[in-house]
């Protein structure tokens, strides 16, 4: 079954024009299984030529803004692009409290005066959410998938409470005997080695160069928020990736860094590496 990574959006939270926020398309066939719901996201599925009606299901890694802030507009454009079976949304804890917020409390309103009013669509179209942790997902019997914790934030000194309700995810996409690893947002961790073991292709978060990595706000971002180039070959090579995409860059405004990142990489990985674009397609 031919199947392709999409990488619809490569930045993150503060606005790029040349990047959407961190999202990721796997298109086998005529399925379209979708990570993260970032800024743009359905504009970029628009361009990537994917039939909006065909989306789902959707797996979230965690609940920062860059990466579930189009969550309704997913939820909204498939139905009113021809979706008419339930839409699965799987993410972390509380995720199922944050969809039911967005239907109930955020946009109820946006759903009564469609349902009511543009009767033609047949009534709002379900959503059934789903929270998980680490370990088996979903078996379709034609892919499956599962989950592990990464780390993401983790020796940050956010109060333990607050960490007690943060779980963040990658996931292990496996089809057709295929390997495709979504590190979600992560420094390296057993999780994400556990992710990535013998992976076809590794789509990594990747927010700084080396050069970059300057100040303390920086250098703990590298340490404890987001994989940076300084470890992300060493984490593709021990796992035995065959190919990295690098994606949740930073916004900068020319190419020298983006040069010089892909040559510190290339030093530690010597597999396939792909320094991802928003619309990137890339062949498994």
Same mark, same amino acid.
């Given at each position: 079954?031919?199947?392709?990574?999409?990488?619809?959006?490569?930045?993150?939270?503060?606005? !790029?024009? &040349? &990047?959407? *926020?961190?999202?990721?398309?796997?298109?086998?066939?005529? %399925?379209?299984?979708?990570? !993260?719901?970032?800024?743009?996201?359905?504009?970029? #599925?628009?361009?990537?030529?994917?039939?909006?009606?065909?989306?789902?299901?959707?797996?979230?890694?965690?609940?920062?803004?860059? =990466?579930?802030?189009?969550?309704?507009?997913?939820?909204?454009?498939?139905?009113?692009?021809?979706?008419?079976?339930?839409?699965?949304?799987?993410?972390?804890?509380?995720?199922?409290?944050?969809?039911? /917020? #967005?239907?109930?409390?955020?946009?109820?309103?946006?759903?009564?005066?469609?349902?009511?009013?543009?009767?033609?669509? +047949?009534?709002?179209?379900?959503?059934?959410?789903?929270?998980?942790?680490?370990?088996?997902?979903?078996?379709?019997?034609?892919?499956?998938? &599962?989950?592990?914790?990464?780390?993401?934030?983790?020796?940050?000194?956010?109060?333990?409470?607050?960490? *007690?309700?943060?779980?963040?995810? +990658?996931?292990?996409?496996?089809?057709?005997?295929?390997?495709? @690893?979504?590190?979600?947002?992560?420094?390296?961790?057993?999780?994400?080695?556990?992710? *990535?073991?013998?992976?076809?292709?590794?789509?990594?978060?990747?927010?700084?160069?080396?050069?970059?990595?300057?100040? !303390? =706000?920086?250098?703990?971002?590298?340490?404890?928020?987001?994989?940076?180039?300084?470890?992300?070959?060493?984490?593709?090579?021990?796992?035995?990736?065959?190919?990295? @995409?690098?994606?949740?860059?930073?916004?900068?405004?020319?190419?020298?860094?983006?040069? /010089?990142?892909?040559?510190?990489?290339?030093?530690?990985?010597?597999?396939?590496?792909?320094?991802? %674009?928003?619309?990137?397609?890339? %062949?498994?």
């Amino acid at each position: 079954m031919p199947m392709k990574v999409i990488l619809l959006g490569t930045g993150g939270p503060r606005p !790029d024009p &040349r &990047r959407m *926020a961190t999202t990721t398309l796997i298109r086998r066939g005529d %399925e379209n299984i979708l990570f !993260d719901a970032g800024r743009g996201v359905t504009l970029r #599925l628009v361009q990537a030529g994917v039939p909006l009606a065909s989306l789902g299901p959707v797996f979230l890694t965690h609940h920062h803004f860059d =990466h579930i802030g189009d969550l309704y507009d997913v939820v909204l454009n498939t139905w009113l692009a021809g979706r008419r079976t339930t839409l699965d949304i799987y993410g972390p804890p509380e995720t199922e409290r944050v969809v039911d /917020a #967005l239907l109930t409390q955020v946009y109820d309103k946006d759903i009564g005066w469609r349902s009511a009013g543009e009767p033609t669509f +047949g009534g709002f179209a379900p959503v059934a959410v789903t929270d998980v942790v680490a370990g088996p997902v979903l078996d379709t019997g034609r892919w499956r998938i &599962r989950a592990e914790t990464v780390s993401h934030g983790d020796g940050l000194g956010i109060p333990p409470a607050f960490m *007690a309700r943060w779980t963040c995810l +990658g996931y292990r996409f496996e089809a057709d005997g295929k390997v495709i @690893a979504i590190s979600g947002d992560t420094v390296a961790c057993d999780g994400l080695a556990r992710l *990535a073991e013998g992976a076809d292709l590794l789509v990594q978060c990747c927010f700084l160069a080396s050069p970059e990595i300057q100040g !303390d =706000h920086f250098r703990r971002l590298a340490k404890h928020t987001l994989a940076c180039g300084d470890t992300v070959g060493r984490i593709a090579a021990a796992a035995g990736v065959k190919t990295l @995409a690098l994606t949740h860059h930073r916004p900068r405004g020319d190419d020298a860094m983006l040069k /010089a990142l892909a040559d510190e990489v290339a030093r530690d990985f010597s597999g396939r590496l792909v320094i991802g %674009e928003d619309l990137t397609e890339i %062949e498994v």
